[in-house]
Structures are given as structure tokens and as C-alpha cells.
């Protein structure tokens, strides 16, 4: 009996056997869902959940995120997935495929009675000589050329999407990021406003170098559309407040409280009219010419009014990331007070429009110099298609990023994959002891990415693996063409996988393999057992 059943009869425990069986079962389960959605031929997952929603992805981290998994197992490796997400962006399913195999070739060890504990040293050493070899093995390039980052944009995004989409978006978020980018300053792909629209097709989708407001001027008699316009960016307030406390107000008689209530208007009116007057002497004699005010906070109906009257369009509650949005790329600074108005602080923009579409506004800030922010409008039909895009262009940007920031690339399409596995061997060769069996182990789990790549392509898996180690021991570095299914440089291809993704796939995957490993005992005897709590691991 165990020890844990004397300190709670109600607890539930899955001894050494049982919990090896239940972390590697689950782990191969998790992989087997995933793996079929890697590469660019692989296939679309639909999810549906409680209420009826679909959504339509290949993409890991989406899946992890929204599927409902209640394994506390492959809960554990969904959240090492996302987390890999969280920090490079990419790679979610390959970690998933990668710990399974890690779990699966550890199997027919454990079976023949070799300790876990072995196993798990075994990956160790494996795990600090695959970095040393990714070390050796990178390529230094000169990671702001754009070429370069359009394949590695295209290698990621044509894992999300469809060929012919993937290689238009791929174009639209190199432009952004280098858009955004700015000499020895940190990369913020904040500064890259997402905005979707659900209008005609995807392949509509387009990089505006400037920004698309999902708002429009709140008067109807303000102008539509302003060419060369003058931006004004400011976070004052243009209409009655609030006592930050509450306080109540008596009066003794009505003219008191009117007085009151015009010296608000008053107030509020003053502000509305050094705007005008600013707005009066940059334009000079030609009053045709634009002026937008977009306000953070809001613009009561009397101020829209004497706006429109001047010719000026008034934008109200703008998001505050858009102000600092707003100045990047129009140029002039944000102002909190109407005090602070000089010429100085108006930012530029060509053309100011504002588009409707049904019952939503839209306002289109282009033509805009050196901008350091912009805008990717995303097109679809149906939400499916705006949520598919939306992820990749996530994925492509971070991608773009990492690369620009790592100032390396690895050659992609399995081909690092394959050359640590056949380094790790001769390396096997090296250690002692028992340990080896958790090198080759670990080697044989590298290999699951080129043949899963081959399996979705749908070539044999074995007779790939041979080619690519026959070609990599003849010293020739290559990796699949999922086209043909023969052997190719991925340099001349330009097939690129990015350097941090790789690094970390290795660190956390095999931590995440010898922690699951090195489990003999799952209980569940938590203070809510017997009280509707969950059930726990079978028995």
C-alpha cells in the first residue's frame, strides 16, 4: 500500500511503470495529433468548440492554446509549447513532435530495463553537444538584407498558409519590420498596428506605410477625404469631465447653475478655438488644405461642430497605442496640453481618407515620410480567413525579427537535423557507460522532423533519412525538396530556419523529455479530492 493511500485513503497514484506508460503515451499522443501539420505540406486542423465556432489553422501554437486538454501530461508539453511561442515565436510544433520522440525512443530502453535515470544523463550530454554543433554549424549573413529575410519570412509562413498567399504576405511583413526599423535601437513590433477588415479577399491584404484607424470623424459635415494634411496628436480634453472624487454641487438658484455650465463651455470652447487658430495660420490663404485632430480623449457635439466649421476633422478616442503610433509615422510629437501648440508639434500626411464599410469607419493615414510605424490591413471574406492570416503575419513578423537580432540563420528543410544526428553518433562513440543509450536515443528523436516532413509530402520516410545521410556524409550539406522529395542545398534554395528557434526546440524539449522521464510516481491528493474534483490519473 502506499504511503500517500495511508496519509489520504481518498488520494490516486500511478506508481513507477504506470507513470512512465501514461507521461510517453500521452506525449506520443500530443505529437501524433501535431505532426501532421508541419511543413508546408501539411495539413489544416479545425477546431470547434463549445458554442459552435470554428476556426481553421495548421499553426501549434493555436492549437495548444485552444484545444481543451485534460492530460496533465500533454497539458505540461502544451505549455512548454506555447512558451517556446511566447519567446521566438515559432517552432510550437516542432517542440511538441520533437519531446515525443524523445519519449518514444526512450521506450524500447526502458522496456529492456535500463533506468531512467541513465537515459536522462544520456540527454544531457546529448542536448550540450547539439548547441555546440548548432554553434558550429549556423551561418553568419548579413541579416538586413531583405532578400534574406524574404526566405525566412517564406519558410515560416509557408508552413500557416497557402503557397500563393504565404508568398504575398511575406513581401508585406519584411516591408513592415524594416519599416520599423531603426539603427542601434531595440526592434518593437508594436509599432506594427495589425488591423482586419472583413472585405472582398485575402489576397487583398496590404502593407499601408502609415496607419488605418478603426474609427472615423464624428461629425457628418466634416470632410471625408484631405490631402497634404496637417496631423495634430494630442490627448487633451475637449468636452465636460468629471471630478476625479466624487463631490456633489448646490445651487441656490438655476442662474447659478447655468453660470456654471457655461463656464465648462466656455472653457472647453477656448481649447477648441486655439486649435482653430493654429489650424488657420499654418494652412495661411489655402483652407482647403487638411487638418486632423485625433484627440485620445474625447470631443463633446459643440467642438465637432466648430471643427467641421473650420474645415478640420475630428478623430476622437483614439487608442493610446496608436498615439505613439501616430508619431512615428506622421512625424511631430503628441501634446497634453493646448498650451503646447506650436507648428512644430503637426505631423504630415498626404492623404487623409475615411472608408465605410457597413456600419464601421474606417480612417487611412498615407503618403507619410520616413515612417517608423505602419499598418497591415488584413482582408478576408469570413473570419476563418482573417484569424488564419492574422496568426501568420504574427509568426512571419517575429520571424523577420529574430533573424534581424540573431544576425545568423541555420539551413533549414532538415538538414540541420540530420547533420546533428549523424555528429551526435561519432560523439556516442566518446562516452561511456551506459549513458550512450540516452545519446542515441536522442539523436534517433532529431530525426523526426525530416521524416515527418517526408511523410507529409508523401514520400517514404526511411528511404529519405537514408538519402540524407548518405549526401551529408559524402560531406554535402542538404536538406529535403518536399516537391521531388530529393535531396537539395537549402542555401541555394533558400531555405532558412531561424537560429534562437532551433536553440531553444533543443534546450527545452530535452529538459521537458528528462523531467517526464524521470517521473515514478503521479499523485493526485489534493485538498479538494471527494469534493467534485477531477478524476485523476487511471490506475
Known amino acids: 500500500m502506499s504511503a500517500l493511500k495511508m496519509l489520504n485513503s481518498q488520494s490516486e497514484v500511478s506508481r513507477r511503470g504506470q507513470a512512465l506508460i501514461m507521461n510517453t503515451s500521452a506525449a506520443r499522443g500530443f505529437a501524433e495529433v501535431l505532426k501532421t501539420n508541419l511543413g508546408p505540406k501539411g495539413t489544416i486542423k479545425m477546431l470547434v468548440s463549445g458554442a459552435g465556432d470554428i476556426r481553421l489553422t495548421k499553426d501549434g501554437n493555436v492549437l495548444a492554446h485552444e484545444m481543451q486538454i485534460q492530460h496533465p501530461t500533454a497539458a505540461l508539453i502544451a505549455r512548454t509549447a506555447t512558451a517556446q511561442d511566447d519567446i521566438t515565436g515559432d517552432g510550437t510544433t516542432t517542440m511538441v ?209 466648430m471643427l467641421a466649421k473650420a474645415n478640420i476633422i475630428g478623430l476622437r478616442r483614439a487608442k493610446r497605442r496608436n498615439m505613439e503610433r501616430l508619431t512615428l509615422a506622421c512625424g511631430g510629437s503628441a501634446i497634453n496640453s493646448v498650451e503646447d501648440m506650436t507648428p512644430e508639434v503637426l505631423g504630415h500626411a498626404d492623404e487623409v481618407q475615411e472608408q465605410v464599410l457597413g456600419e464601421e469607419k474606417y480612417t487611412f493615414i498615407e503618403g507619410v515620410k520616413n515612417p517608423f510605424s505602419c499598418t497591415i490591413l488584413i482582408k478576408g471574406p469570413n473570419k476563418y480567413t482573417i484569424e488564419q492570416i492574422k496568426d501568420a503575419v504574427r509568426d512571419g513578423l517575429r520571424a523577420v525579427k529574430n533573424t534581424i537580432e540573431d544576425g545568423f540563420v541555420v539551413p533549414g528543410a532538415g538538414a540541420f537535423q540530420t547533420a546533428a544526428y549523424l555528429d551526435l553518433m561519432k560523439f556516442k562513440e566518446t562516452v561511456s557507460g551506459r549513458a550512450k543509450l540516452g545519446v542515441e536515443a536522442f539523436a534517433n528523436g532529431l530525426l523526426i522532423v525530416p521524416k515527418t516532413l517526408a511523410e507529409n509530402s508523401g514520400f517514404d520516410a526511411t528511404e529519405i533519412l537514408i538519402k540524407l545521410q548518405d549526401e551529408h556524409k559524402q560531406g554535402h550539406n542538404v536538406g529535403l525538396d518536399l516537391v521531388t522529395g530529393e535531396p537539395m542545398d537549402p542555401q541555394d534554395e533558400g531555405v532558412w530556419d531561424q537560429y534562437r528557434v532551433l536553440k531553444q526546440v533543443l534546450q527545452s524539449s530535452s529538459v521537458v523529455a528528462e523531467q517526464l522521464l524521470l517521473v515514478d510516481e503521479v499523485m493526485k491528493a489534493g485538498k479538494n479530492m471527494g469534493r467534485g474534483g477531477q478524476e485523476g490519473p487511471e490506475q
Open 97 to 305: 513532435i520533437t519531446i515525443g520522440e524523445f519519449l518514444r525512443q526512450s521506450e524500447r530502453y526502458l522496456g529492456e530495463g535500463v533506468h531512467p535515470r541513465v537515459i536522462a544523463e544520456g540527454f544531457e550530454l546529448a542536448k550540450v553537444r547539439a548547441l555546440q554543433f548548432l554553434e558550429e554549424y549556423k551561418v553568419q549573413k548579413d541579416t538586413t538584407d531583405r532578400a534574406l529575410l524574404v526566405d525566412v519570412a517564406r519558410a515560416s509562413l509557408r508552413t500557416k498558409l497557402e503557397q500563393e498567399l504565404a508568398d504575398q504576405i511575406t513581401e508585406i511583413v519584411v516591408d513592415a519590420v524594416l519599416t520599423i526599423r531603426r539603427e542601434k535601437q531595440p526592434l518593437d513590433l508594436f509599432m506594427v498596428e495589425i488591423m482586419t477588415m472583413p472585405h472582398r479577399t485575402a489576397n487583398e491584404t496590404r502593407l499601408v506605410r502609415g496607419l488605418v484607424l478603426d474609427h472615423g470623424a464624428r461629425h457628418p459635415d466634416m470632410p471625408k477625404k484631405a490631402t497634404n494634411a496637417f496631423i495634430l496628436t494630442c490627448n487633451v480634453s475637449l468636452e465636460f469631465e468629471k471630478t476625479e472624487v466624487n463631490s456633489g454641487f448646490y445651487y441656490r438658484s438655476h442662474e447659478e447653475r447655468q453660470k456654471m455650465v457655461d463656464a465648462e463651455h466656455a472653457l472647453v470652447e477656448e481649447r477648441c478655438k486655439k486649435i482653430i487658430e493654429l489650424a488657420n495660420t499654418v494652412r495661411g490663404n489655402d483652407k482647403n488644405r487638411g487638418f486632423i485632430v485625433i484627440n485620445q480623449k474625447g470631443i463633446d457635439p459643440i467642438c465637432l461642430d
